[in-house]
């Protein structure tokens, strides 16, 4: 069983006062008994001193008989009345025969007492101990009476008890008992107050440190005192602040690595990009040159053949496809070198609600867009710097993937609108295509990274789209998941502060 430390320091003051008080009890009813034996034995020599004489002239002379007096037991009860305590009186003369015995001895008997008999020669008064029959322990008083200052001629024997003593040593219990009770109430009520004094300052410590186990370092203690206790407190405060201070300094330490985590990832990054874009550059370089001018041959070629081939030919199908197929290496190689290479932007005033209209406009009437429905919610927004045909460029192509991921036909959602508390316009396209897989979307901005099928795409789409939005200081995001379309989202700058259109 557990005992909190209110309830040991009430007990051990409890304890501790009871032990003082029978402690001193003890000491005090022995003292008191030994004082009080003392002084009884020195009251009942005092009687046997000042009565023996008178018990002997209340019994008799030597001279009577037994049966000549019969009333000496009513003569001698006055005796008794005088000393309480008194339990036997008995007569002996000076050779040993027991003259009268108030216990019932026969009257002119010797006495058969051995220790008794030893006594009997001694003069003065002898006390001894003496046992009775209920083993209880009685004053045994041996007394000499002479009349007149004569002889001694005859003993007087008082056996007295300590039943007075007893009672007073009883009364004397009695008044300690009653005193523990008092001084035991007393203590318990001076623990509890101390005990509160000490332990609730204790306890405010306990729950503080506890709080500051489970990370609240705003704790402090209040002890208005100056004693140790306050040291305490006082020493707790410093170590709270001192754990605090460590804390917001290794906060701030954590805040200063993960911002140099972050930027060294994003010089990582920006590292790897820059030297993709240098191999793609040298790759771009490459291909236009060694690439385009042949596939121009070919192109110009195919047109020619296509061109003198008769309507009926079966040719012009071979012919149409080399033509498209050409187109496409085209593209590839233009793709490459707008990656590597974009061109200088041209920067005007551009209205992005304009812009987002001549796009749609432009894919629908495209055959991708056939079964696909185009939803506009257009908020107005500030006009923003930025090179309008590069815009278009992007839009167009977040259109087409999210219409190549509807080879069935769906619904585009394009919202335009502006967050004012960061200063942004912001577009987004919303398909209700199959979504994209959470792996799929860490890798989508690679470049030469598609999930399409071969033949359909590069991986440059999203790349080049990244790229122009950075060199207007946007970016791009996307949000999907599988089964639930894919929302890609652009943020762009204002640029130039002017009326909302």
């Excluded at 003569?75 to 002996?92: A, C, E, G, H, S």
């Excluded at 204790?202 to 402090?220: F, H, N, P, T, V």
């Excluded at 769906?410 to 967050?419: T, V």
């Excluded at 999203?462 to 089964?483: M, N, T």
Aim: charged fraction near 25%; glycine fraction near 8%.
């Amino acid at each position: 069983m557990h005992f909190g430390l209110r309830t040991k320091v009430i007990t051990f003051a409890s304890c501790l006062v009871v032990a003082i008080i029978e402690i001193n009890a003890a000491v005090m009813l022995h003292t008191e008994k030994a004082d009080s034996k003392k002084q009884l034995v020195e009251q009942g020599k005092l009687f046997a001193r000042l009565t023996a004489t008178e018990v002997v002239h209340t019994y008799g002379s030597l001279s009577w008989e037994p049966g000549e007096k019969p009333d000496v037991r009513a003569q001698m009860l006055k005796f008794f009345r005088y000393y309480p305590d008194l339990v036997r009186l008995t007569i002996i003369s000076q050779s040993g025969l027991v003259l009268w015995d108030s216990g019932g001895t026969p009257g002119h008997m010797p006495v058969t007492d051995q220790s008794l008999s030893e006594r009997m020669p001694l003069n003065g008064i002898d006390v001894k101990k003496y046992y009775g029959p209920d083993g209880e322990e009685y004053m045994d008083i041996l007394a000499p009476a002479a009349e007149n200052g004569g002889p001694q001629f005859l003993k007087v024997r008082y056996i007295i008890s300590y039943h007075s003593l007893k009672q007073r040593l009883v009364g004397i219990r009695k008044q300690f008992l009653f005193l523990t009770v008092i001084f035991m109430f007393v203590g318990v009520l001076t623990a509890a107050v101390f005990a509160a004094k000490l332990i609730n300052p204790i306890l405010a410590l306990k729950e503080s440190a506890r709080a500051i186990e489970g990370g609240d370092l705003d704790q402090a203690v209040e002890f208005n005192r100056e004693d140790e206790l306050g040291e305490l407190g006082r020493s707790f405060n410093s170590m709270a602040s001192a754990l605090k201070g460590h804390r917001r300094d290794l906060e701030e330490a954590n805040r200063s690595l993960i911002a140099a985590n972050d930027e060294l990832r994003l010089l990582q990054t920006e590292l790897v990009r820059s030297e993709r874009m240098a191999a793609v550059g040298q790759l771009a370089a490459g291909l236009s040159h060694e690439i385009d001018n042949p596939i121009g041959v070919i192109m110009g070629f195919a047109e020619l053949l296509l061109e003198d081939a008769p309507p009926d030919d079966p040719r012009r199908e071979d012919l149409a496809r080399i033509l498209d197929e050409s187109r496409r290496c085209k593209r590839i190689v233009r793709g490459l070198l707008d990656f590597s290479r974009p061109p200088a932007l041209g920067v005007v005033t551009t209205d992005l609600a304009e812009a987002l209209n001549q796009t749609v406009g432009a894919a629908k009437t495209q055959r991708l867009f056939r079964d696909v429905k185009i939803n506009l919610n257009i908020s107005p927004v500030p006009k923003i710097m930025a090179d309008p045909d590069r815009l278009r460029q992007v839009f167009m192509n977040l259109m087409i993937n999210s219409a190549q991921a509807m080879p069935d036909g769906g619904n585009i959602g394009i919202k335009l609108w502006h967050e004012e508390a960061v200063g942004e316009a912001r577009i987004s396209f919303s398909d209700t295509g199959p979504g994209i897989s959470p792996e799929n979307t860490e890798r989508i901005f690679e470049p030469f990274y598609t999930t399409k099928r071969p033949g359909e795409g590069t991986g440059l789409g999203l790349p080049i789209c990244v790229r122009l939005l950075e060199e207007h200081g946007g970016r791009v995001w996307v949000e999907s998941a599988p089964g639930k379309g894919a929302t890609f989202t652009l943020s762009l700058p204002d640029g130039l502060k002017t009326e909302i259109s």
